[in-house]
């Protein structure tokens, strides 16, 4: 039982995640109703008790503010700050950190159409991996002439 309650809770999460990211590419606006929106599928997926869910909805963090640069929410980002701090699970920690950075650091990272090249639904851990690249690769400098 439980295992259908999973799979059908990524499944409509990922179901959504397409149906709002489509429509946000195609439109490319921020309407209220539409941050609205975000914000509440947002925080209901970062609400689940599933990690599979929870690391879906904090690849949709980054792939709402990638489309949408204007969006942002404080309910969300709390949510995600309060996950990275109490999440048993290593990898969500670290995703979850990443994204809060993303939202607070925006201007660190390449423009958006460098970033939406990055985005992969099939492969969520791509974005992750390039923005800590991205992040990492201005901290290392070098003495040689």
């Known amino acids: 039982m439980f295992k259908i309650k999973y ?9 959504f995640s397409l149906t ?9 606006n921020l309407s209220e ?10 925080f209901y997926g970062l609400s ?14 980054l792939n ?3 489309v949408y640069p204007g969006f942002h929410s404080v309910k969300v980002v709390g949510k995600a700050e309060q996950i990275a701090e109490v999440t ?4 969500i920690s670290l995703k979850a950190n990443l994204v809060i950075y993303f939202y607070q650091n ?17 492969d969520q851990a791509r974005i992750f991996e390039y923005l800590r690249n991205v992040d990492h ?9």
């Open 33 to 42: 109703e539409r941050s609205e929106r975000l914000e509440q599928s947002l």
């Open 106 to 122: 925006r201007e660190r990272f390449p423009d958006s159409e460098n970033l939406i090249a990055e985005l992969d639904h099939m």
């Open 88 to 91: 048993t699970s290593e990898s």
């Open 48 to 61: 689940s008790d599933v990690n599979g869910v929870i690391e879906s909805t904090l690849f949709n963090m």
């Open 20 to 28: 709002i990211t489509a429509e946000a590419i195609s439109q490319n």
């Open 137 to 145: 690769a201005g901290q290392f400098t070098s003495t040689q002439k």
């Open 7 to 15: 799979i059908l809770s990524i499944i409509s999460v990922v179901v």
């Open 64 to 66: 709402y503010k990638i």
